[in-house]
């Protein structure tokens, strides 16, 4: 399963420079955990590194100029950081699986003349096979507004700053040069300087690299759930998988129940053992071909319907449904998942997450949260603290870098409850 490494956001809200991780360039630091969480009091911008990779995510689907607009967003002025005339940009360093070379994609966005985003710098590189980790990666994607040059292979790839005659065939795109392709590079002239060329070119089989990438980011997952949504009664017929809202969450136990029945009695063995009383669940069909939700207590011989039951209920039967997905996302991206539950749940419900981000085949977990009790089941490597500094943009730091704070964490104080004390705030 692929895992993201590190990833760096420029100029997007308030989050004007920040590193997670380990980058191409950064090999002294660490990569993220399987799981990880950022914590931070309110307005710090955790829902704005949440909506970070759904802007990604929007931007490969529908284009740049689009996403600055879904989910309220209000245009590329509204997102770009207050006082910055700089491009957005996002770096994202990731494997693909856990022995293979690590790739490293940069998308920079502007806007043009008429004041319309557009992608104004697009690469994919990584290292050639047997290279030092402290090398310069070889590109095999280069588009500068739109135009640029892709590598065909799979194994190679180019420097375009050693490498003259590259940087000629990039400017000659740039002027309108036409220029015979190489039979190491194709020449590329995006239609659309608007839409992201990996999602173009990632459709083409000559591009494996450039399309497995694209793959990797179309299967995130970011939890927009809403237990109201799941209270809906959807139309009959099985669906693989929960989608982000969570409105179809009767479909997926009903191809559950029909096509993985010891993965579906798993969730319920589970959630019996968190939620005292609930004894079974399935989904019934209605006359006009709808699904109910239907929750057995014990010691009530009618069922209760998913209309009826608590938001907690729904909400700890999502996730862990969610987990259980035969085929789970890549990278799993969820806002504050303690909302609606029980205190005592929430130690559980992090180990739930980080045992299937660590188990094999698993998604990568990143959580953002404002609760103690689900921090103190993590370690300070999976812990990131997000501040706002004295420039009213955000900073960010790994609880572990604290040796404090790891200190007393291998002395045996929960990391939540030293979180609540104070202790992860920065010390003058």
């Not at 911008?45 to 929007?58: H, I, N, P, V």
């Not at 245009?75 to 957005?88: D, L, T």
């Not at 096979?129 to 739109?146: D, M, V, W």
């Not at 990391?415 to 920065?426: I, K, N």
Request: glycine share 8%.
């Amino acid at each position: 399963m692929a895992r993201i490494e590190g990833f760096k956001i420029k100029n997007f809200k308030s989050l004007q420079d920040i590193t997670l991780g380990r980058l191409w360039n950064q090999q002294s630091s660490e990569p993220l955990t399987p799981m990880t969480a950022v914590i931070g009091k309110n307005g710090v911008g955790k829902s704005t590194l949440f909506d970070a990779f759904g802007f990604l995510s929007d931007c490969l689907k529908v284009g740049v100029e689009e996403a600055c607009d879904l989910n309220g967003r209000g245009g590329f002025e509204r997102i770009r950081s207050q006082g910055q005339n700089e491009p957005i940009e996002f770096e994202i360093y990731y494997r693909e699986e856990q022995k293979a070379r690590p790739i490293t994609y940069e998308l920079a966005i502007d806007i043009d003349s008429m004041r319309r985003p557009f992608v104004l710098r697009e690469r994919l590189r990584q290292r050639r096979a047997g290279q030092k980790q402290t090398g310069r990666p070889f590109s095999f994607l280069i588009l500068n507004s739109g135009k640029g040059i892709a590598w065909k292979g799979e194994k190679e790839g180019v420097d375009e700053y050693k490498q003259p005659n590259l940087i000629e065939l990039i400017e000659s795109i740039k002027k309108g040069i036409k220029k015979e392709e190489s039979k190491e590079t194709e020449v590329v002239e995006l239609e659309d300087y608007r839409k992201l060329g990996i999602a173009t070119l990632g459709a083409l089989k000559q591009h494996p690299r450039i399309s497995s990438f694209r793959k990797f980011i179309e299967g995130w997952y970011l939890s927009y759930f809403t237990p109201n949504a799941a209270r809906g009664l959807p139309l009959a017929g099985p669906q693989k998988h929960l989608n982000i809202h969570g409105d179809n969450l009767g479909n997926v136990v009903q191809f559950m129940q029909r096509e993985h029945p010891k993965r579906f009695q798993s969730v319920l063995d589970r959630i019996a053992n968190k939620i005292p009383g609930i004894d079974k669940i399935e989904v019934r069909e209605s006359e006009d071909k709808r699904l109910l939700l239907c929750f057995n207590d014990k010691g009530f011989k009618d069922p209760f319907y998913a209309q009826q039951m608590s938001d907690g209920t729904l909400k700890i039967f999502a996730y862990l449904l969610l987990l259980e997905d035969p085929l789970p996302p890549p990278f799993l991206c969820i806002e504050e998942p303690e909302n609606g539950l029980y205190h005592k749940l929430l130690e559980t419900l992090a180990v739930e997450f980080r045992s299937h981000s660590t188990g094999k085949g698993g998604s990568q977990v990143f959580v953002t949260t404002h609760q103690p009790y689900f921090v103190d089941a993590l370690s300070p490597e999976e812990v990131w603290v997000l501040e706002k500094g004295s420039d009213g943009f955000s900073k960010i730091r790994r609880a572990s870098d604290d040796p404090i704070v790891s200190n007393m964490v291998a002395e045996g104080l929960p990391l939540g409850g030293l979180w609540y004390s104070d202790y992860l705030d920065v010390r003058q």
